[in-house]
């Protein structure tokens, strides 16, 4: 009977040593993402690997709900799949307008690098311009997908972008950042570490690409896809050496229906893309108008930061400085501003708590 007593007392506690010896091993093998869900690329940071994904936040589909391809292959099919492929944009101006594809988009790209497992955590940058049910969106995307998160934190995107800069956020009375992407131009003004103002724009790199579009269309009678336009777009930029240039692309003439090549001159590019950056620029003037003097004076001094994809556009920096009288500050890879900013908050506990926050949180139930 004794004998027996044991061999059950030996099996209870070797049970529950395996058991906590996994509970230890899962904490320790426990990863922390952050995700910068952008109109156009998703970016998303791997604590583990200590890399960064950046990928077209597109998804390819046959019969609306088999997956053929997603991220960058996803977008090469772009205007060039046959009719039973649907190729599909999960965000829209820089919300997530299809929530299940946005979904499988995610799920197949954490698992492109490394195997997610349950129990993660996750950090979201979003917009701070937008509704609840917008916001939440983005916090239910993660939480309530196969990957079980653990935990879903939301960092405001025009702070991650700070940080991602590399800037004294709790010691700067007065940062201006003008982030401007695929899909939306976001315009923060931040001080002593918090939002002071915020702006999203319906006004992003796709907009761009289609006012080329209109205008080669009206202008030359030819027409043009996204992809076309969004090369021109990269090529001309805002401002270069010669004012003759011309780039011969392909499309389809109106007049006669068949399709050729045709040149476009630098000329036409450059005037489809005033209004929008009249825009931009309208809403800088207004913000700063709105922002108390003592912030003001110290963005006057700083200048603007300029992030987003939008930002390698050649010559934009130089148009925004002579528009806006202010000086303009960039650095080598700006679309990777917000996610890097995202890196360093989950790599520093101290900010990790000051500037993330849980959509679960009592303080922020009460705030909203």
């Not at 649907?86 to 965000?91: G, K, N, Y």
């Not at 790199?205 to 969004?230: K, W």
Request: charged content about 25%; hydrophobic content about 35%.
């Amino acid at each position: 009977m004794g004998s027996y007593r044991y061999e059950i007392l030996r099996e209870t506690t070797t049970d529950s040593l395996i058991m906590e010896n996994n509970t230890r091993e899962k904490k320790m093998n426990s990863n922390v993402y952050g995700i910068d869900l952008g109109t156009c690329n998703m970016k998303i940071y791997c604590k583990t690997s200590n890399k960064i994904l950046n990928e077209k936040n597109t998804i390819a589909l046959v019969k609306k709900d088999q997956i053929y391809a997603y991220g960058d292959a996803a977008y090469a099919m772009y205007e060039k799949a046959p009719d039973y492929i649907q190729v599909v944009f999960p965000m829209q101006n820089g919300v997530i307008a299809h929530f299940d594809y946005m979904q499988h988009l995610l799920e197949c790209l954490l698992n492109k690098r490394q195997q997610i497992t349950r129990g993660d955590e996750y950090v979201i940058a979003v917009p701070t311009d937008v509704t609840e049910v917008e916001k939440r969106a983005f916090y239910d995307l993660v939480y309530h997908s196969t990957a079980r998160a653990k935990s879903v934190r939301i960092v405001e995107r025009g702070i991650a972008d700070a940080v991602g800069l590399g800037l004294d956020i709790w010691n700067s009375n007065g940062i201006f950042i003008v982030n401007m992407g695929g899909g939306t131009t976001e315009l923060s003004v931040l001080s002593s570490g918090g939002m002071v103002l915020n702006r999203l724009l319906k006004l992003g790199g796709e907009h761009f690409d289609q006012a080329i579009m209109n205008s080669v269309r009206h202008n030359q009678d030819f027409l043009i896809g996204r992809i076309t336009a969004e090369s021109l777009r990269k090529s001309f930029g805002v401002f270069s050496e010669s004012d003759d240039a011309s780039l011969s692309v392909s499309g389809r003439s109106m007049i006669t229906g068949i399709p050729q090549y045709q040149e476009i001159p630098i000329s036409l590019v450059r005037a489809a893309l005033k209004d929008p950056l009249r825009e931009c620029v309208s809403a800088i003037k207004s913000m700063l108008d709105r922002t108390p003097p003592l912030v003001r004076k110290e963005i006057e001094q700083n200048g603007l930061y300029l992030t987003g994809g939008v930002a390698n556009l050649k010559g934009i920096p130089t148009y925004l400085q002579e528009s806006t009288g202010l000086k303009v500050t960039t650095v080598s890879d700006p679309e990777l501003c917000a996610v890097s900013g995202l890196q360093k908050i989950i790599q520093n506990k101290d900010n990790y708590k000051r500037l993330t926050y849980s959509m679960l949180d009592e303080d922020y139930r009460w705030l909203r």
